[in-house]
C-alpha cells in the first residue's frame, strides 16, 4: 500500500511516495535525489522531524505509525553534532 508524505524544509516542500516497509534511511536518500545531493550519506547529513521527534533511520514507517498524506519536517546538519535552526514558521506548525 503506498502512502504519500509531505517533507518540508523552509520554504520547500517534497512529495514522496513510499511504502509502510520504507526505512527513514530510504525516505533520506529520496529527498537527497530529488535536491541533486547524492554525493554524500544522506543519513549523515539529514534529520527528520516528526511530532516533535528526530526519527530513526532505521525504523519502517509502519514501525514508527506515521499516517498517509503526514508532514515529516527536514533540517540539515550544520557542524559536529549540530542542525539548521528550524524556521519560525515551521515551529508554529509543530505546536
Do not use: C, H, W
Amino acid at each position: 500500500m503506498s502512502l504519500y508524505f509531505r517533507v518540508k524544509r523552509n520554504n520547500q516542500t517534497i512529495f514522496l511516495s513510499a511504502e509502510l516497509t520504507d526505512t527513514i534511511a530510504k525516505l533520506k536518500g529520496d529527498v537527497a535525489i530529488v535536491n541533486k545531493l547524492t554525493n554524500e550519506n544522506p543519513t549523515e547529513y539529514i534529520r527528520f522531524i516528526y511530532q516533535n521527534n528526530s526519527l530513526d533511520d532505521k525504523k519502517t514507517i509502519q514501525q514508527l505509525n506515521i499516517p498517509n498524506d503526514s508532514v515529516i519536517f527536514m533540517v540539515y546538519k550544520t557542524g559536529e553534532n549540530t542542525y539548521e535552526d528550524i524556521a519560525p514558521s515551521v515551529l508554529q506548525s509543530l505546536q
